[in-house]
Nanobody, 118 residues
Framework: VQLQASGGGLVQAGGSLRLSCAAS????????MGWFRQAPGKERESVAA????????HYADSVKGRFTISRDNAKNTVYLQMNSLKPEDTAVYYC????????????WGQGTLVTVSS
């Protein structure tokens, strides 16, 4: 599956952004999807994940209550709604596909930069 992430940008602290990840290729509705991020000088970390049906989601503690992952299988797209953004959310965000929730991703999008100013 090929993934194309978009929606990053510059936003002030407390603001919101919505990231999108469009998928093509392998049947999108049968795969789990996740968002990861990598801040400068730090390792890549998992932010949120969602099962193929959308029935189960998982979030990193640092974003719980602020970020929401969702998917529209009819549009082959997964979203990450980010609210109450903080400067520490600044990172390159990547979407990824996996066979199951928590599984190792086998396909990555190109990344989209989110910058949160204080």
């Amino acid at each position: 599956v090929q993934l194309q992430a978009s929606g990053g940008g510059l936003v002030q602290a407390g603001g919101s952004l919505r990231l999108s990840c469009a998928a093509s290729g392998r049947t999108f509705s049968s795969i789990a999807m996740g968002w990861f991020r990598q801040a400068p000088g730090k390792e890549r970390e998992s932010v949120a994940a969602i099962t193929w049906s959308g029935g189960i989601t998982h979030y990193a503690d640092s974003v719980k209550g602020r970020f929401t992952i969702s998917r529209d299988n009819a549009k082959n797209t997964v979203y990450l709604q980010m609210n109450s953004l903080k400067p520490e959310d600044t990172a390159v965000y990547y979407c990824a596909a996996a066979s199951a929730l928590g599984g190792s991703p086998y396909s990555w999008g190109q990344g989209t930069l989110v910058t949160v100013s204080s």
